[in-house]
């Protein structure tokens, strides 16, 4: 059984700092492409980083200078750390893992952490 658990939202205020983790099981961690996805109230869920089994990064223009995204394969952890959040950082933060193999496509979410940012 495949599972991601997410940890580390909460209520930060502006110009403050979070770092989100997702431990997964289930999965041969280490060959899976690992994301973070956020999803706003009335909002589709969208893209905020992404990072490959070889370690490279992607990240939404949005959040590009303030996030970084990196993992920890003995640990079988993907970490978003979050800086100089804004109010419109405000979301659910889904962990997400991909792997493509043979034409099939596995794909896999966390349960979702909530991020508020409100003074």
């Known amino acids: 059984q495949v599972q991601l658990v997410e940890s580390g939202g909460g209520v930060v205020q502006p110009g403050g700092s979070l770092r989100l983790s997702c431990t997964a099981s289930?999965?041969?961690?280490?060959?899976?492409?690992m994301g973070w996805y956020r999803e706003a109230p009335g909002k589709q869920r969208e893209l905020v980083a992404t990072?490959?089994?070889?370690?490279?990064?992607n990240y939404a223009d949005s959040v590009k200078g303030r996030f970084i995204i990196s993992r920890d394969n003995a640990k079988n952890t993907v970490y978003l750390q979050m800086n100089t959040l804004k109010p419109e950082d405000t979301a659910v933060y889904y962990c997400?893992?991909?792997?493509?193999?043979?034409?099939?496509?596995?794909?896999?979410w966390g349960q979702g952490t909530q991020v508020t940012v409100s003074s």
């Open positions: 997400n893992a991909v792997r493509p193999i043979l034409g099939h496509v596995y794909n896999y």
């Open positions: 990072i490959t089994a070889g370690d490279f990064t």
């Open positions: 289930g999965i041969i961690f280490i060959t899976y492409a």
